[in-house]
């Protein structure tokens, strides 16, 4: 099983400089994947509104700054710009990463974000079923007219091409998005509170997957697996938002042994969300790393 991590995202406020030796820990100690959330503001939840540095200026030095992990948004909202614009980003991580750039996709949640940047939060699932066909057919080197209910482009083309086209994920539970998706992306994600952070609970979401993959006649084998797992090392959530399940914890060993049942459940990577989250935390996950 492959290990990635999530670097923060509004936990606290934190510096260019910081983001950076937490990847470059990350790399050292012997991750497989950083990963950067996408979201633009946080309110409406009880406490201070806070939002994230944008993403992918992030993702963008990251790849120009690490050589061996892949990166990746933790997921791309495809309302935040048109699917033209973002496969346009995308393409230029893919190149400045080397190829290493996973492009997860989803469909967005948090309608306070949506309302205060004046986004459409109406029929999510349509909106984002008609980006993500145009996003994945310009990356694929397509040229692409559409006329649909929600997007629209005129022999749209992504110029440069990447030499490879960034691997896909989608990042959802939603029977219309997956069945939408799942014949063309390389892997799926499910994040950490939608499965209870249990094997067993991915496993129950992970059977499903497996059943709509051939529904939509795609061998379920060739899409990837991939969870975010809750841990704490210090033994409490922080202030990780929605962190409403018990997390990992405890010795080393105690750590890697659960890492191990979802590795068994059928995890293909599992993506640490990790409170407290910061360098001094990623070095300590070494041990984890070693032991899994």
Known sequence: MHIGVQLPEVER???WTEYLAMAHAAEEVGFDSIWLGDHLLYR????PERGPWDAWILLAALAATTRRVQ???LVACTAFS??????RKAAAVQ??????????LGAGWNEAEFRAFGLPFDN????FIESFDVIRRLLAGERVSVDGRFVHAEDAVVLPRPANPPTLMIGSTGERVLRATLPHV???NIWFDWFGNTPDGFAEHNQRLSQLAAEVGRNPSEVRRTATVFVALDGSAGSR?????TAVSGSTAQIAARLTEFAEAGVDEAILVVSPIDEPSIRALANVLSAT
């Open 13 to 15: 406020q934190v510096g």
């Open 44 to 47: 409406d939840d009880g406490r």
């Open 71 to 73: 990166i990746g948004p």
């Open 82 to 87: 048109s699917p033209g614009l973002l496969a």
């Open 95 to 104: 190149e400045v990463s080397g190829g290493h750039l996973v492009l997860a």
């Open 124 to 127: 999510r699932a349509s909106r």
């Open 186 to 188: 390389d892997a799926w």
């Open 241 to 245: 938002p929605h962190a409403d399940v």
